[in-house]
């Protein structure tokens, strides 16, 4: 759907496109693996999924508040994204929790080596989901410069009855 909206909307929309790259940027690409280089160990891999966490709780609360139509629709699609990206985390805990049951069998140096091994088998999920949202994430950003909504979000989200683009907050 196409909306003839300004620079400034355009520019408010484009935000939660960003903000969901750079928690990938930051988070998953550079704090993910610095976790297993300082050897912080299998704990350390929640901190970057709790700061990602905490965005994505950001981006779903600003989905749900936004009162422009425009800008609230960004919001709402770069939520979906972000439930891609927790589709991942589910694959990676479930890999990981399948190593973990596994490695219960085994004894000493096994135990613990058969743990590393599924730890690094385990990101993979996260991280080609990670890959994957970028990219649509970056796709998002060029439907904002060319002030559209995809069909997907504004039936869902229906464009409200005002010429202004403000919607009801829900």
Not at 2 to 29: E, G, M, T
Not at 67 to 74: G, I, L, N, P, Y
Not at 101 to 122: K, N
Request: charged fraction near 15%; hydrophobic fraction near 55%.
């Amino acid at each position: 759907m196409q909306i003839d909206v300004s620079d400034q909307v355009k520019k408010r929309a484009r935000w939660p496109h960003d903000l969901f790259v750079l928690n990938i940027l930051f988070f998953h690409l550079l704090l993910t693996p610095a976790t297993i280089v300082l050897g912080i160990g299998e704990w350390g891999l929640l901190l970057p999924l709790a700061l990602s966490g905490m965005v994505i709780g950001y981006i779903f609360y600003r989905s749900r508040t936004e009162v422009e139509w425009f800008v609230a629709a960004h919001w709402r699609l770069s939520f979906r994204r972000c439930k891609l990206l927790m589709w991942g985390y589910l694959g990676s805990a479930v890999i990981f929790l399948i190593g973990w049951i596994i490695s219960q069998g085994a004894q000493g140096d096994m135990q613990h080596i058969m743990l590393i091994v599924f730890t690094r088998i385990a990101i993979m999920p996260t991280l080609v989901m990670a890959m994957v949202t970028v990219v649509m994430e970056a796709s998002g950003v060029g439907v904002v410069n060319q002030g559209e909504v995809p069909d997907a979000i504004a039936e869902a989200f229906p464009f409200p009855e005002g010429e202004d683009g403000v919607a009801a907050n829900g």
